[in-house]
């Protein structure tokens, strides 16, 4: 791992890996500068841009200008009292920090929303991501690795964000900013036969059946470029197990973005001909899934 440590006549600044700490709470103009550059290389925004007029030189970052000169330190017109900048001045930058035992920890990940969308939990974030996913016993968690920002609320390192339990972790995926982890339950069930149009829980742990009329067709929720590959696993089982039965009853096979079954769920819709075909549909789903 490399270790980049800078020193400094007011205070130091260690980065190691994710985590900055300050060892003093007054810093001068250049380790200033040299944080925010940091900053915004981690959240990815605008650096500060810096100038000098005369003797004097400045930097503008998140809209709050700093001004130098020798021993002389004025922010936004007003003097500070101090020959350096006091480490609370940070917020009006927008950089957040969190002072410990061990010195001022610089915080370089926003957790800003852990949401479920079905089966899947979604992670929103900037910044590093200081988190991990950890599949216990019983439960998924999701704890702080680091000192992190969760909902605008400082966490921790071990701190738990979130929590489900009787679930696994299937798949994860991450994308700039989002970190996605497809859940399955523990236990692994037969099938349900259900009426087109109800209602079926994200969670289900049996194969799904939803059955209506039409013209002799089974429908499979197609496969999403989107999902970074989370829905895979139940589209791969479900289009396995549908290319069966419709080669059993003669059915068309079709593939589409149908919202009825529920990503990560295995399942599909079948339109029987008519009333007389649901008992051989139920044998051959029987036989099938005695397999």
Same mark, same amino acid.
């Given at each position: 791992?490399?270790?980049?440590?800078? +020193?400094?006549?007011?205070?130091?600044?260690?980065?190691?890996?994710?985590?900055?700490?300050?060892?003093?709470?007054?810093?001068?103009?250049?380790?200033?500068? $040299?944080?925010?550059?940091? *900053?915004?290389?981690?959240?990815?925004?605008?650096?500060?841009?810096?100038?000098?007029?005369?003797?004097?030189?400045?930097?503008?970052?998140?809209? *709050?200008?700093?001004?130098?000169?020798?021993? +002389?330190?004025?922010?936004?017109?007003?003097?500070?009292?101090?020959?350096?900048?006091?480490?609370?001045?940070?917020?009006?930058?927008? #950089?957040?920090?969190? $002072?410990?035992?061990d010195g001022v920890k610089i915080i370089t990940?926003?957790?800003?929303?852990?949401?479920?969308?079905?089966?899947?939990? #979604?992670? &929103?974030?900037?910044?590093?991501?200081?988190?991990?996913?950890?599949?216990? $016993?019983? =439960?998924?968690?999701?704890?702080?690795?680091?000192?992190?920002?969760?909902?605008?609320?400082?966490?921790?390192?071990?701190?738990?964000?979130?929590?489900?339990? &009787?679930?696994?972790?299937?798949?994860?995926?991450?994308?700039?900013?989002?970190?996605?982890?497809?859940?399955?339950?523990?236990?692994?069930?037969?099938?349900?036969?259900?009426?087109?149009?109800?209602?079926?829980?994200?969670?289900?742990?049996?194969?799904?059946?939803?059955?209506?009329?039409?013209?002799?067709?089974?429908?499979?929720?197609?496969?999403?470029?989107?999902?970074?590959?989370?829905?895979?696993?139940?589209? =791969?089982?479900?289009?396995?197990?549908?290319?069966?039965?419709? &080669?059993?009853?003669?059915?068309?096979?079709?593939?589409?973005?149908?919202?009825?079954?529920?990503?990560?769920?295995?399942?599909?819709?079948?339109?029987?001909?008519?009333?007389?075909?649901?008992?051989?549909?139920? &044998?051959?789903?029987?036989?099938?899934?005695?397999?």
């Amino acid at each position: 791992m490399r270790r980049l440590i800078l +020193l400094f006549a007011i205070f130091s600044v260690t980065l190691l890996a994710e985590t900055i700490t300050l060892d003093a709470t007054l810093l001068n103009f250049d380790d200033l500068l $040299q944080l925010l550059e940091i *900053h915004s290389r981690v959240f990815d925004v605008t650096p500060p841009s810096t100038g000098t007029v005369g003797s004097m030189r400045y930097l503008e970052y998140n809209g *709050h200008v700093l001004a130098n000169v020798e021993d +002389l330190y004025i922010l936004d017109n007003n003097k500070l009292p101090s020959p350096g900048v006091p480490v609370e001045t940070l917020k009006l930058f927008g #950089v957040d920090y969190i $002072q410990t035992g061990d010195g001022v920890k610089i915080i370089t990940c926003r957790v800003n929303s852990i949401e479920e969308i079905g089966k899947t939990v #979604v992670v &929103n974030f900037e910044g590093e991501k200081n988190f991990d996913v950890e599949q216990t $016993q019983n =439960s998924v968690r999701i704890i702080a690795k680091d000192w992190l920002l969760f909902r605008g609320v400082v966490k921790m390192p071990e701190e738990v964000l979130y929590e489900k339990e &009787n679930v696994r972790i299937e798949r994860t995926a991450e994308s700039d900013g989002q970190f996605r982890i497809l859940l399955s339950a523990e236990s692994v069930g037969k099938y349900v036969v259900k009426p087109f149009g109800e209602r079926v829980d994200p969670y289900e742990k049996d194969v799904v059946f939803l059955v209506g009329y039409g013209d002799g067709r089974i429908i499979v929720r197609s496969f999403s470029k989107d999902l970074n590959g989370l829905d895979l696993p139940a589209y =791969s089982e479900s289009l396995k197990l549908a290319r069966k039965i419709a &080669n059993e009853l003669g059915y068309k096979l079709e593939e589409c973005p149908v919202y009825d079954i529920p990503v990560g769920v295995i399942g599909m819709i079948v339109l029987l001909k008519g009333k007389d075909e649901m008992p051989v549909f139920l &044998n051959t789903v029987e036989r099938l899934m005695a397999e």
